[in-house]
């Protein structure tokens, strides 16, 4: 018996993949692509989930944190989009921010203005911060940020990209595992 991959369902039991379903898919195979047949690493890997994220969110700007060396920061790495430049390189107290919040937690922080003092160069958007959570342990965070006006992320957004972001997570931490000199906090196996 033969299946028909369109035929098989990814969300309700039995039914289609919706047009955003596959859109996550597709975004999720190319991560796989760039790192088990390209060799891409850490680094690679952060900007090409930035700029995923950014486009199955649909907005301006996406970006990801990571531990710093000390642990008790994060620290932007690698942001998509305009205004990515004020943010990159941006070290914030885990204690302090909602990234840390959504690191520490191991859980989605939603609201609907990222109005967090230790996030200074956002714009005053809703934001969606998830952790980079591998099961084991959690990475770093991916956050989306939409435009100044927009309405808070939809639970049907979150899903989508929670579901993006777990598996993102696991694929940088591959990436990380096979290459020396991994950014803090990646590819090591202890629990974040």
Do not use: C, K, Y
Request: proline share 7%; net charge positive; aromatic share 4%.
């Amino acid at each position: 018996m033969t299946s028909d991959p369109g035929s098989i369902g990814w969300g309700a039991a039995g039914a289609a993949p919706s047009e955003t379903d596959r859109r996550r898919l597709a975004a999720t195979f190319e991560l796989m692509s760039a790192v088990v047949l390209e060799g891409t690493g850490v680094p690679g890997m952060l900007a090409l989930v930035a700029a995923h994220a950014r486009e199955l969110a649909r907005v301006p700007l996406a970006f990801v944190a990571l531990p710093g060396e000390d642990g008790n920061t994060l620290r932007v790495e690698v942001a998509d989009g305009p205004g990515g430049e004020r943010i990159r390189g941006l070290t914030v107290r885990r204690g302090r921010s909602m990234l840390g919040r959504a690191f520490t937690s191991r859980r989605a922080v939603s609201a609907r203005i990222a109005a967090d003092q230790t996030l200074t160069g956002l714009p005053a958007g809703p934001i969606l911060i998830l952790p980079l959570e591998t099961g084991e342990a959690t990475r770093g965070v991916l956050a989306v940020l939409g435009r100044v006006g927009a309405e808070p992320f939809g639970p049907a957004t979150a899903r989508q990209m929670l579901l993006f972001s777990d598996m993102a997570a696991r694929l940088i931490d591959v990436a990380g595992a096979r290459l020396p000199g991994a950014p803090p906090g990646v590819g090591e196996r202890s629990a974040g």
